[in-house]
């Protein structure tokens, strides 16, 4: 192993991983063919799933030049057509005559084989906005140029499939979290570890939630945490990780990489009295007590019992039953009704502080949601933090 790496360089949770980059070919070559095709991909995953990397990726690995925008960019029905001028150093033309110098640009995109992409499609709040970078996608592809549209799952994102003018021109290429597969190949690969050893490493991959940057974060602390120091030494990495105890080895990593993950306001509140629905407190199987919304989060992590998988949405009534797993025998339960009451106050309560207080908040991206008699948490992140955190364990009170 190369003497020059650290755990900070081999597991990467800035830009592109270069020690323990996986391509997920399968989604390459659904990109690149939908490309040739003639047709816009329209790339489409949970928040943190690796879609600007795998886009990233897939242009690298054929060459293709780009120009980048972003959504939180579009302020103004013109944004995308002003931007592209900007990093075409021809801005100073559009000023003066915004026409002429759009058809200069999309000369420019199909001459030069340049593919545009649009990330973060549904930061693009205003309603107008959104259809002026529909327009732009179709008049390029009118063209025979090439673009790619990335978003998380939200109504912005299904609007591209519904407008009329893209029908035929668009296809949405549908990226699944990571499996504990796939994400188990970043620790192999970072710890050169021997496949043997792949059960031990599994327990990072599991509580990832399906994320690779929050598994190259864990992977990173566990690294620095417990293995820096053999890192160079002969056969080091692969022969410690195989000899250690799966009970204890990650027992401090967990809470460690909480603490880069700051998600305690959020969590307050959600569970603060003003966003609960039951005013009374209810026990765990290990007696400590907490208030409905506490125990909500709790369940939907899969914090208890141990072994059950978590869920980054889940209908109401499987996690009526997963509370009620979490109870002491002899708790009073709360009823399906009082659970789904209780979710949709939490959520309310969310959406109507961050109305009031946040200039940038986005009803199309939040962090925890509610509809179809599903709760949702969208970001592995914040899934993490509830798991893990010592501040959550310690709002249960003894």
């Given at each position: 192993m190369d003497r020059a790496l650290t755990c900070e360089n081999i597991f990467s949770i800035r830009g592109e991983p270069t020690q323990t980059l996986i391509a997920r070919e399968k989604y390459i070559k659904q990109i690149i063919g939908t490309l040739r095709e003639g047709q816009i991909?329209?790339?489409?995953?949970?928040?943190?799933?690796?879609?600007?990397?795998?886009?990233?990726?897939?242009?690298?690995?054929f060459q293709i030049s780009s120009i980048w925008l972003f959504g939180s960019q579009m302020v103004h029905p013109d944004s995308v057509w002003r931007l592209l001028a900007q990093q075409m150093h021809i801005d100073e033309d559009f000023q003066r005559n915004p026409e002429q110098t759009q058809e200069k640009i999309l000369t420019r995109l199909v001459s030069e084989e340049i593919l545009l992409v649009i990330d973060?499609?549904?930061?693009?709040?205003?309603?107008?906005?959104?259809?002026?970078?529909?327009?732009?996608?179709?008049?390029?592809?009118?063209?025979?140029?090439k673009s790619v549209v990335i978003g998380v799952k939200s109504p912005q994102t299904r609007e591209?499939?519904?407008?009329?003018?893209?029908?035929?021109?668009?296809?949405?290429v549908i990226i699944d979290n990571w499996s504990i597969q796939e994400l188990s190949k970043i620790a192999l690969k970072g710890f050169n570890a021997r496949q043997s050893t792949v059960g031990r490493l599994e327990r990072l991959a599991y509580e990832s939630f399906g994320s690779p940057f929050l598994m190259q974060l864990l992977c990173q602390i566990f690294c620095k945490r417990k293995l820096?120091?053999?890192?160079?030494?002969?056969?080091?990495?692969?022969?410690?990780?195989?000899?250690?105890?799966?009970?204890?080895?990650?027992?401090?990593?967990?809470?460690?990489?909480t603490l880069s993950v700051q998600y305690g306001k959020l969590y307050s509140l959600l569970t603060e009295p003003s966003a609960c629905e039951v005013d009374r407190k209810f026990r765990r199987h290990d007696n400590r007590?907490?208030?409905?919304?506490?125990?909500?989060?709790y369940a939907a992590?899969?914090?208890y019992p141990l072994g059950a998988m978590p869920y980054s949405d889940i209908q109401t009534g499987r996690l009526w039953h997963r509370v009620r797993e979490c109870l002491a025998e002899d708790e009073m339960m709360p009823s399906q009704e009082e659970t789904e009451r209780a979710v949709k106050k939490m959520v309310g309560h969310y959406f109507e502080f961050y109305r009031e207080t946040s200039t940038t908040f986005s009803r199309h991206d939040p962090l925890?949601?509610?509809?179809?008699?599903?709760?949702?948490?969208?970001?592995?992140?914040?899934?993490?933090?509830?798991?893990?955190?010592?501040?959550?364990e310690e709002s249960f009170l003894g």
């Open positions: 991909p329209c790339v489409v995953g949970m928040s943190k799933s690796g879609k600007t990397l795998l886009v990233r990726q897939t242009l690298f690995l973060d499609f549904h930061f693009i709040i205003n309603p107008e906005h959104r259809l002026a970078v529909l327009l732009a996608l179709k008049l390029v592809n009118e063209r025979s140029g591209i499939e519904y407008f009329n003018d893209l029908n035929g021109r668009i296809r949405s820096e120091p053999f890192l160079h030494s002969e056969g080091g990495i692969a022969s410690l990780v195989e000899h250690s105890d799966p009970a204890t080895m990650f027992e401090d990593v967990f809470p460690s990489a007590a907490g208030n409905l919304n506490q125990l909500i989060l992590t899969g914090k925890v949601d509610y509809g179809e008699g599903k709760f949702y948490i969208r970001d592995p992140f914040l899934l993490f933090y509830i798991r893990h955190s010592p501040e959550v």
